[in-house]
């Protein structure tokens, strides 16, 4: 994963890289022997990763102190992605999948962009809490 998204949080960060490897396969499925078969398990997987990430990153955020209108959008935001994903997968489930390449794209912008307008934004509010939990730790 490439640095420019780390975000100081080592869970979220894990599940992040987590996220971007099931991309990797998820965009490898287009040169598997059944590739909409293998999409469709990628895209359920994706779906479940994407459910728990956005709940600890949720979690996070309540601790976090941000100012409620950053929080309420970037909450929106992830219900979004999961019903646009949960769409895709429903289409394809009841064979009307869109073409791979294009649920491809979809996923990835749904993943990508959300971390470039929304999680990137987290990144000064954790260093402010990391850098406070510091300061408590060398107090005590
Ligand atoms: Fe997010
Ligand atoms: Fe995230």
Request: charged fraction near 20%; aromatic fraction near 8%; glycine fraction near 4%.
């Amino acid at each position: 994963m490439n640095e420019l998204f780390f975000l100081g949080d080592p869970e979220l960060d894990a599940q992040h890289a987590d996220l971007f490897a099931l991309m990797a396969r998820l965009a490898a499925s287009e040169h598997s022997p059944s590739p909409e078969e293998s999409a469709g398990f990628v895209l359920g997987q994706l779906g479940e990763l994407l459910f728990q990430h956005f709940k600890s990153e949720e979690l996070l955020m309540a601790d976090l102190a941000l100012p409620a209108t950053i929080f309420s959008r970037h909450a929106e935001a992830h219900m979004g992605i999961l019903e646009e994903l949960a769409h895709i997968h429903w289409e394809a489930m009841m064979g009307q999948a869109k073409p791979l390449l294009d649920i491809i794209a979809i996923a990835r912008r749904c993943v990508e962009q959300h971390l470039v307008e929304f999680d990137l934004m987290l990144k000064p509010y954790i260093a402010r809490a990391a850098a406070k939990q510091g300061t408590i730790l060398t107090q005590t």
